[in-house]
């Protein structure tokens, strides 16, 4: 198996692979542009996005409807065009976290709680830092790796080349990835009194998941939380960030106090009320496009199907 920070080989330049490596050439490109095109040519992605991808646009518009039913059709309808400008914007934010510059991003940043982080490495013990799938996510990753040593967990690419890719930039600036299937890397890592980063918001297929709330609808979502906590007696920390205009807010919260508990699903239920909170700070930058009620405790949903409305 390859060691947890190490980059694995290049793909060759087989035809088979041909889609990936003009993909990630022209990913390069754009990780290179100024950051003021950047954003202006992910808000017409993302405009264009919302008109072609009527799947995940249909998705989007389910999660948003599901989780905010008290807010007006006109509100909702705005969240989605804001999520789709941000979700542009992400694509380009993903490159240049993974393979451009950072510091334009870095003058500008307010970062806080820090010293929550400090006074755990302190103390020997490690750190679960806990968010969620924001567009953000990438780039305040390699922000906060400007700060404090940061290693994160990832779900591995099928296609070799993304693999290589991403991997090869995320090792860039955190100091050790570790793939979904490496629990027993990630357990050391936090024994060791190390900081990892990962986000246990989506709904994974696995037999360590439960039904816990995610505003007010049952989600399904993995125990990992729960089960890291009690194998490494690590602390649990909330990390929260958001993009506002070019400047970039991220903040650390408090651990958890009492965490973990004998109670599994109370445990994720924790997590998932944290996660919660953080798409209401920054509502627009979640994805959205994830079927994250896809799974029900009664079975398969049909939120999603055409036609249905999008209502429990």
Same mark, same amino acid.
């Given at each position: 198996?390859?060691?947890?920070?190490?980059?694995?080989?290049?793909?060759?330049?087989?035809p088979r692979l041909w889609p990936a490596w003009?993909?990630?050439?022209?990913?390069?490109?754009?990780?290179?542009?100024?950051?003021?095109?950047?954003?202006?040519?992910?808000?017409?992605? #993302?405009?264009?996005?919302?008109?072609?991808?009527?799947?995940?646009?249909?998705?989007?518009?389910?999660?948003?409807?599901?989780?905010?039913?008290?807010?007006?059709?006109?509100?909702?309808?705005?969240?989605?065009?804001?999520? /789709?400008?941000?979700? #542009?914007? #992400?694509?380009?934010? /993903?490159?240049?976290?993974?393979?451009?510059?950072?510091?334009?991003?870095?003058?500008?940043?307010?970062?806080?709680?820090?010293?929550?982080?400090?006074?755990?490495?302190?103390? #020997?013990?490690?750190?679960?830092?806990?968010?969620?799938?924001?567009?953000?996510?990438?780039?305040?990753?390699?922000?906060?790796?400007?700060?404090?040593?940061?290693?994160?967990?990832?779900?591995?690419?099928?296609?070799?080349?993304?693999?290589?890719?991403?991997?090869?930039?995320?090792?860039?600036?955190?100091?050790?990835?570790?793939?979904?299937?490496?629990?027993?890397?990630?357990?050391?890592?936090?024994?060791?009194?190390?900081?990892?980063?990962?986000?246990?918001?989506?709904?994974?297929?696995?037999?360590?998941?439960?039904?816990?709330? /995610? /505003?007010?609808?049952?989600?399904?979502?993995?125990?990992?939380?729960?089960?890291?906590?009690?194998?490494?007696?690590?602390?649990?920390?909330?990390?929260?960030?958001?993009?506002?205009?070019?400047?970039?807010?991220?903040?650390?919260?408090?651990?958890?106090?009492?965490?973990?508990?004998?109670?599994?699903?109370?445990?994720?239920?924790?997590?998932?009320?944290?996660?919660?909170?953080?798409?209401?700070?920054?509502?627009?930058?979640?994805?959205?496009?994830?079927?994250?009620?896809?799974?029900?405790?009664?079975?398969?949903?049909?939120?999603?199907?055409?036609?249905?409305?999008?209502?429990?």
């Amino acid at each position: 198996m390859t060691a947890p920070d190490a980059v694995p080989p290049r793909p060759p330049f087989s035809p088979r692979l041909w889609p990936a490596w003009l993909g990630l050439g022209a990913a390069l490109l754009a990780a290179r542009l100024p950051w003021t095109w950047q954003r202006a040519l992910g808000l017409g992605v #993302g405009q264009i996005a919302l008109r072609l991808a009527g799947t995940r646009r249909r998705a989007a518009q389910v999660n948003i409807a599901l989780c905010f039913p008290q807010e007006s059709p006109q509100w909702r309808a705005r969240l989605l065009r804001d999520s /789709f400008d941000a979700l #542009g914007i #992400g694509l380009f934010e /993903f490159a240049r976290a993974w393979w451009g510059d950072d510091q334009p991003m870095r003058r500008q940043m307010q970062i806080e709680g820090v010293e929550h982080l400090q006074a755990l490495q302190a103390q #020997g013990r490690g750190v679960l830092l806990v968010s969620g799938h924001f567009m953000t996510l990438e780039m305040c990753g390699r922000l906060m790796c400007s700060r404090v040593p940061l290693s994160g967990m990832y779900r591995r690419h099928r296609n070799p080349v993304m693999e290589w890719a991403v991997k090869r930039g995320r090792l860039g600036y955190a100091d050790a990835m570790f793939g979904n299937g490496d629990i027993r890397g990630a357990v050391r890592h936090l024994k060791r009194g190390g900081l990892l980063w990962y986000a246990p918001d989506q709904d994974m297929r696995g037999k360590d998941t439960v039904f816990a709330p /995610f /505003f007010g609808m049952p989600a399904s979502t993995i125990t990992a939380t729960h089960q890291l906590a009690r194998l490494t007696g690590c602390a649990v920390v909330p990390f929260f960030h958001r993009r506002e205009g070019g400047r970039y807010v991220l903040r650390v919260a408090p651990p958890l106090a009492d965490f973990p508990s004998e109670d599994a699903v109370a445990d994720t239920a924790r997590v998932n009320a944290a996660i919660e909170a953080m798409v209401r700070e920054a509502p627009s930058q979640y994805l959205w496009i994830h079927r994250r009620f896809k799974r029900q405790p009664q079975g398969r949903s049909d939120y999603y199907d055409r036609g249905r409305a999008p209502s429990p």
